[in-house]
């Protein structure tokens, strides 16, 4: 019992330890004007779930489909759940609530 303890202990440290604080800096985009002058723009980089999005709903279908085909079904319920709330993610992700996304063309000189 003890040994499980240490053994979970010792791998959230190391994985603490690994991990870098990582900070995310502003991206700068320029434009340039018919007239020569310059214009920078800054915007922050898009969260995990803007940048992930599809793979994070489809995660979170299969996981609850899961549990719930487990609690329901035993065993032999969680492999069926499972299918059934990835497809329940990617039906929901690509064509319930389809996101759009704008391309902004960049012209260089």
């Known amino acids: 019992m003890l040994k499980k303890y240490v053994t979970t202990f010792f791998l959230f440290s190391l994985l603490a330890i690994m991990m870098p604080a ?3 800096s502003a991206q700068t985009r320029s434009r340039y004007f018919d007239n020569g002058s310059q214009r920078r723009v800054s915007y922050k980089k898009p969260s995990f779930y803007r ?5 994070s709903n489809i995660l979170i279908g299969t996981g609850a489909g899961a549990l719930v085909g ?3 079904g035993g065993r032999r319920g969680v492999g069926i759940g499972l299918l059934a709330g990835a497809g329940a993610g990617a039906l929901y992700t690509y064509k319930l609530n389809p996101k759009t996304h704008r391309y902004y063309r960049v ?3």
């Open 22 to 24: 990582m900070t995310v």
């Open 51 to 55: 940048r992930h999005r599809h793979l």
């Open 70 to 72: 487990g609690l329901i």
């Open 107 to 109: 012209y260089r000189q």
